[in-house]
């Protein structure tokens, strides 16, 4: 059975540590999921989130507001209760308004509660949100009202950042200069969080070529940084080329696919004349996840080794709006992949890579990506798969609450459409693939568990391909540790160089 979920408050007082049960008071119950609770500054009112399966929180969420003291399911006034709007973020101005992030056009963007309507802020070119997969993301900050030497309330001043066709921007906003776009060097960044006085901010920063920050903004722009990023030798860092392709899709929302295409980049060594690298095409887990250009170390592990990656941000990915993701809907298994063939293909065509030395590689929904390219397609010659999807009818039937119904959308509802999941399972056409692949897997995975890589692999090496099983005992999705990951990119590369020359 799965858990119930709901608000609770805390009654405290003085010396009751450890908090017992008896404390705990249910403030609202009812639906799947509940995050996000914000008190506002005067204490008087809470705003919070639910949302309920099928919907994840990017497709449709509830945004409630209420009083803090006598909340209950009578006096909880819905601010956001519509379909297709994704609502997050809520957060308290100093003058007690509420603020939050909703996608009513399609694109998320910031909103605020006034006279009982939803008020749009201020308009960007792209999107302000981020699939909530994790709590306390924040992707804005509100800071208070400046006062100037004669007394005179000041402006209001917001900071954020928003992604314009999947890259992430820092921008500013006050009700006197409107929009500006600030220049950090940064390109993603999250967890805005004002200071005690609410006159700057702190957010933590990524760069394309060195590691990350927490950067200190007010609304000019950063006035410092928590600490200094390490930066990495130039010849240590290839640069990713933003690439745009037409895919064959069923609307004008789904007709492009995005890629970072990273060349091979390392000073101390030099590629055989007339040469051209073998390409390695990551799929992003998710699927509404999306890769961003920052700095990401495993992929420069690979474009220092004489790889060249492209990270593609196939359709269902965040950051190109609501349409965009949405395309991945009944789509997952197709689509996806689709677009990782049409960039592996795409860049062969360019003359960017070796036709005959093309790798796909992805992890969790990457990892189901990976599989159902080398069933479904004829382009890719090894795969990768780290804690992947095999037999999606397992997963509908064995995945923990947060995601139990979420294939409803990408897939069909199951198990009135049992038949689709079982058609696009990898594990059923294992006939049509016919190339060595890794497979990485913890083994205390609850989110895609062990029976998932072990049913591929038992069914590949009955079919003599050369697969091999790597495991983790103590790794969950994801792995953490370092010896594992280090352990991990040695397999992988191992059994690249194994197999990279036979690909002709």
């Known amino acids: 059975p799965m858990p119930d979920n709901y608000l609770i408050g805390i009654a405290l007082e003085e010396n ?17 999921f509940y995050a996000c609770p914000r008190i506002s500054p005067d204490g008087q009112q809470i705003a919070f989130v639910c949302w309920d399966m099928p919907d994840m929180p990017w497709d449709r969420t509830l945004l409630y507001l209420a009083p803090n003291k006598g909340l209950s399911q009578k006096t909880a006034t819905a601010v956001v209760n519509t379909a297709h709007q994704a609502a997050m973020q809520p957060t308290w101005g100093a003058d007690n308004t509420l603020y939050f992030i909703n996608d009513p056009e399609g694109w998320w963007q910031l909103y605020k509660w006034q006279d009982n309507t939803p008020v749009q ?64 060097g940064a390109s993603s960044f999250d967890y805005f969080v004002s200071d005690s006085r609410g006159t700057h901010c702190y957010v933590q920063c990524s760069y394309p070529d060195k590691s990350g920050d927490i950067a200190v903004l007010s609304a000019e722009g950063v006035t410092g940084n928590i600490f200094k990023a390490s930066t990495l030798p130039a ?75 492209a990270d ?111 058609d696009r399972s990898p594990i059923n056409h294992l006939s049509q693939m016919n190339n060595p692949v890794i497979v990485f897997q913890g083994l205390l995975d609850k989110v895609v568990p062990p029976s998932q890589a072990e049913a591929i692999v038992d069914a590949l090496k009955k079919k003599g391909i050369d697969v091999e099983y790597v495991t983790f005992a103590d790794e969950k999705h994801g792995f953490r540790q370092a010896r594992n990951i280090k352990k991990a990119f040695a397999e992988e590369l191992k059994f690249y160089l194994k197999h990279i020359n036979q690909c002709y």
């Not at 009751?16 to 119950?29: D, M, N, Q």
């Open 16 to 32: 009751t540590f450890p908090i017992s049960s008896s404390s705990l008071v249910v403030l609202h119950e009812g639906h799947d």
């Open 121 to 184: 802020v201020f308009q960007v070119n792209g999107e302000m949100g981020l699939p909530m997969w994790v709590f306390g993301q924040q992707s804005y900050a509100i800071l208070a009202n400046q006062q100037d030497e004669m007394n005179q309330a000041g402006s209001l001043e917001i900071v954020f950042s928003y992604a314009e066709q999947g890259i992430w921007k820092l921008g500013s906003w006050s009700e006197q200069s409107g929009v500006t776009q600030l220049s950090t």
């Open 235 to 309: 010849y240590a860092v290839s640069k990713a080329i933003p690439i745009s392709i037409p895919v064959a899709g069923e609307t004008n929302a789904d007709k492009t696919t995005h890629a970072f295409f990273y060349p091979p980049s390392n000073d101390a060594y030099q590629a055989p004349e007339n040469s051209l690298p073998p390409l390695i095409v990551i799929g992003h887990g998710g699927p509404s996840g999306q890769s961003t250009l920052s700095l990401n170390e495993q992929i420069q592990f690979w474009t220092t080794r004489g790889f060249a990656v």
């Open 312 to 422: 593609v941000n196939y359709r269902g990915s965040t950051g190109f709006g609501r349409a965009y993701r949405e395309s991945l809907h009944g789509k997952w298994g197709v689509y996806d992949v689709a677009d990782c063939v049409a960039v592996a293909n795409y860049l062969v065509a360019e003359n960017k890579v070796h036709p005959q030395q093309l790798i796909i590689r992805g992890k969790s929904a990457g990892g189901y990506s990976v599989l159902a390219a080398l069933c479904f397609h004829d382009v890719f010659t090894i795969g990768s798969v780290h804690y992947g999807i095999s037999d999606l009818t397992m997963l509908a039937e064995d995945t923990h609450k947060f995601e139990a119904r979420y294939l409803d959308k990408l897939i069909a509802p199951y198990p009135e459409g049992k038949q689709i999941y079982i």
